[in-house]
């Protein structure tokens, strides 16, 4: 018997953090695994709403108060493993979803798909661009802010900064602590080019008005945001 879709289920996560003007988030605990996963909130020039990342299912009060700030549009999915929460999310808010082309056919077994990564339409201060050298074209976006004077760089799983007592002992014994890095389990499943992804990850750091790089899995990088990529990248 196929196994049924997750329903919406609300698990901990904490209060939305209010980064710009048009950049939200939220972190929360993935069901089951001792590791945060993070959902961002990107508000396009048009008032509506794209999320990235790990859908969360939000508190009442957390929804009521993203619904009020912009309209629900779209949920970018990085790939099909960060699905788990991502139909019923979807549901809820009446998202069209999208997704990199590498996982089409995994992400619509589970889930009803509108489009890929690249049919998002464009919007002058929020690009989404395919992280080089990933398998799942796995994608990350660039929000402006500020009139286009700071720059935020939002990335899934290809950069990560999980604090030690974030996660449990698998995960830091698997090099999932510390950081910001590329962990090892990420080079050797998902990297099928790492000089791409090392190009691509010094190319960030010199983004002109970089403040910082928020992650889905740790803690967002405020402080020399453009010299902590470059130290990713050479340290692939």
């Known amino acids: 018997m196929p196994k049924q879709p997750r329903p919406w289920i609300v698990t ?12 939200w988030s939220v972190q929360g605990d993935v069901p089951g695994i001792p590791f ?3 959902m961002f ?3 396009r020039a048009d008032g509506s709403l794209m999320f990235f990342g790990t859908a969360i299912p939000l508190e ?3 929804l009521a108060e993203v619904t009020a700030w912009g309209r629900p549009a779209m949920l970018l999915v990085p790939h099909d493993q960060h699905m788990i929460d991502a139909r019923a999310f979807a549901e809820k808010l009446g998202l069209r979803v999208y997704g990199p082309k590498p996982c089409e056919a ?3 077994a589970r889930a009803e798909i509108a ?3 690249e049919d998002i339409p464009a919007d002058p201060m929020v690009e989404v661009v395919a992280v080089e050298g990933a398998k799942t074209g796995e994608p990350a976006v660039i929000v402006r802010s500020a009139g286009g004077q700071r720059v935020t760089l939002l990335v899934a799983d290809a950069i990560q900064n999980n604090p030690k007592a974030s996660v ?3 995960p830091r014994l698997m090099g999932f602590a510390g950081g910001p890095k590329v962990v090892p389990i990420f080079k050797m499943l998902f990297v099928k080019d790492k000089a791409a992804l090392k190009r691509q990850l010094g190319a960030w750091g010199d983004l002109p008005g970089l403040v910082r790089v928020t992650v889905c899995h740790g803690d967002a990088v405020t402080d020399g945001a453009g010299a902590a990529l470059k130290a990713a990248a050479a340290a692939l």
């Open 115 to 117: 489009g890929m990564s």
């Open 41 to 43: 909130i990107v508000k």
């Open 106 to 108: 995994k992400m619509r």
């Open 12 to 23: 901990r996560h904490d209060p939305i953090e209010k980064l710009e003007e048009n950049l």
């Open 60 to 62: 009442e009060s957390a």
């Open 36 to 38: 945060k996963r993070r």
């Open 168 to 170: 449990g002992m698998l």
